[in-house]
Structure formats: C-alpha cells, structure tokens
C-alpha cells in the first residue's frame, strides 16, 4: 500500500500532521490546514496538468542545454543554437554541462523591450554622473559585458485570510462663551474578509541580490506571455536555485505588508487609530514561475563584486558604483589647495 503525502499549498513543501493541533502543518512556512481544506484544495489540482504542458515540458528539455562555470558554480541556461559562452558573474568561460530537466520550464516570461543600444545609453548617463569611479568602470570594454539575462522569478497570487481589530478616536473641540470644551469619541474598528494579492514577485538566484531585483521593479504583467523558446534567441537565462519553499519567507512578508497597507488605507476619518490585533493568514498560494528580462553587469574591483541591473522591459537602473579612493584624494588634495590659495590672497588683501 502506498502512503498518501500532502504538500502545503503555500510553499509546496510536506505537511505532517501534528497530533496536538489534530491539523497538517508545515514545517518551513507555519502553514497549518485541517484534513478536509487540504483534501478540497488537491481534489482540485489532481490530473490537471494537461497532455499539452507535458509535451512543452518534453521539447524544453530537448532543446535546452545547461553550462556550467567552475569558478563560481552558476549555472546558465541556453538555447541548443548556443554552442560558447561566458559567465556573467566572473566573466570566466562555461562548460556544457548537459541538457536542461523539463521541470525548470517556465510558465511565463516577458521579453526584452529594451535594445542593448538603449541600455547602454542609460547605463553611460546614469555613470557619467558619478565623478569617482574607477576609469576603468566606465570604459568600452567593461561596458561590452552588459548582458541581456532573463531572471528566475517566483511570482505567487495569495489568498489571504484578513482579521482585524482596533480602536478609534475622533477629538472635537469648541468654545462656548468663557470654557473650551473637548469631546473624544470612540469607536471600535473591525476589518475582516478575504483578499488575494496577485503577482508578488521573488527572484529564485541566489548569486543576484534580493535586493537589486526589487529595486528595478516594478514591471508590466500585462505584456506576460506564455513561455517560449524563442524569446531566448540572443539572450541567456538563468537556472533557478531557490524554490518555493525557499523564496516563500520573501513572498509572505511582502503579501502580509500590502494587505496591512490596503486594511490602514480603509481606515478614515479618525483623529488617531490603535490597532489591537491583527492577523494575515495566507490559506492557498498560486504559483507562476516566470522569467524576466534584465539587462545584468558586475564589476570587481578591490577584491569586492559590484551588480548592476536594467529592467529590460522598463529602463529603470539600480546598483552601487565603486568609489576610487584614489581619484578621492586628488579632488580632496585639489580642493585643499585652492582653498590654501584663496586663504593666502584674502590674508593678502587684509595685510594691504
């Protein structure tokens, strides 16, 4: 006899059941359900992956190879038609390493709108701004290491479960002939219901800061498409290594802070509101596991790796230039002497 095994319907990871609570709970994201929401919840994911997805999954894996850099470990995705390329974290060749697992098939992407032309353009007046880079920074060749990559994200709509309670008070004051008078009223808020956040994104690379993929957001999901192998033509493809269960924590916290924005934007009126408790508790994640278009480039310099970022669909630039110390030094030896030099000629004209 086989055993059953139920999965959380957040995070995909395993459920036990857990004897005290008499519900399935989830390990890694505190996810709990009873045993009819999880039967419910599989009776209507059961066989429903179509024969079409499974012949995409199959022709993904045909023609799709993996390669491999030995000196940092990331691994590229590329269309068959690839046959040479370089990693575009340490800018060392890559190996092939073999064909791609159909299960590492996109469901959606969006494809590059920005030309190369026009990213390099944002990129040389978003540099040519900063006065203390290396020289080298700026130069031709570290330039030509821009790379249109298309990013793994997770992107989950939440069903979320919204219990609210607090405490609200309007403050009225008047002047009645010789006395000011103040009447405080209060009210007790309630917000309570369902909501379901759509599209809360979480890149799935860990050799990409979490931080640098938010700070190019946000990007257009009405251009979203369904996955084909075409949009990699000229472009790579990063391989995720951070799955559901791993990115959810990100997912959570980002669902959780909108829902709490969207429950304060519905509270008006009152001189000031206490909240008294509130909870947010994501019964069912939806998952699309997308990729997305971005124009990437890193530098090292000092022993320290420096990320840049283009939203490849949108323009919007992110990341920290490295600062030469040397260059540093001479504007603050530069500026030192002509202040020097205005000090001797004022002193001068007072001497007179």
Request: proline share 4%.
């Amino acid at each position: 006899m086989e055993s059953v095994k139920y999965t959380c319907p957040n995070c995909c990871a395993d459920l036990k059941f857990d004897p005290q609570k008499q519900m399935l709970s989830c390990e890694y994201c505190l996810s709990s359900f009873t045993v009819k929401e999880i039967k419910q919840l599989c009776a209507k994911t059961e066989n429903s992956i179509p024969k079409e997805e499974v012949k995409l999954k199959e022709d993904f894996e045909n023609h799709t190879h993996l390669y491999r850099c030995d000196s940092c470990g990331a691994e590229i995705m590329a269309e068959e038609k690839e046959t040479a390329t370089f990693c575009y974290y340490c800018h060392n060749p890559v190996i092939l390493a073999g064909k791609m697992g159909g299960k590492y098939k996109p469901d959606k992407i969006i494809g590059f709108k920005l030309t190369k032309e026009h990213a390099v353009f944002n990129f040389k007046q978003w540099v040519g701004k900063r006065w203390f880079v290396p020289s080298d920074f700026k130069s031709e060749q570290q330039i030509e290491k821009l790379t249109g990559l298309y990013v793994p994200f997770w992107m989950a709509d939440c069903h979320v479960n919204v219990d609210y309670s607090g405490t609200g008070k309007k403050v009225r004051s008047w002047t009645s002939g010789n006395y000011r008078y103040t009447e405080t009223s209060t009210y007790h808020i309630v917000r309570r219901g369902d909501l379901v956040t759509k599209g809360v994104p979480a890149d799935g690379e860990t050799k990409i800061d979490d931080l640098l993929m938010e700070s190019i957001e946000p990007f257009d999901y009405n251009e979203l498409e369904d996955f084909s192998m075409s949009y990699l033509s000229g472009f790579f493809a990063d391989k995720y290594d951070e799955d559901k269960t791993q990115v959810f924590p990100r997912i959570r916290a980002r669902s959780e802070q909108a829902c709490a924005s969207l429950v304060n934007e519905s509270i008006s009126g009152y001189t000031s509101v206490t909240p008294l408790a509130q909870s947010y508790n994501i019964t069912q994640t939806d998952w699309k596991y997308t990729m997305l278009p971005v124009w990437f480039m890193s530098y090292k310099y000092n022993d320290k790796v420096y990320e840049f970022a283009i939203n490849g669909q949108t323009g919007k630039l992110a990341g920290t230039p490295p600062l030469s110390k040397a260059k540093l030094t001479l504007f603050s030896c530069a500026i030192g002497a002509v202040v020097s030099v205005l000090g001797m000629i004022i002193g001068g004209i007072i001497s007179l």
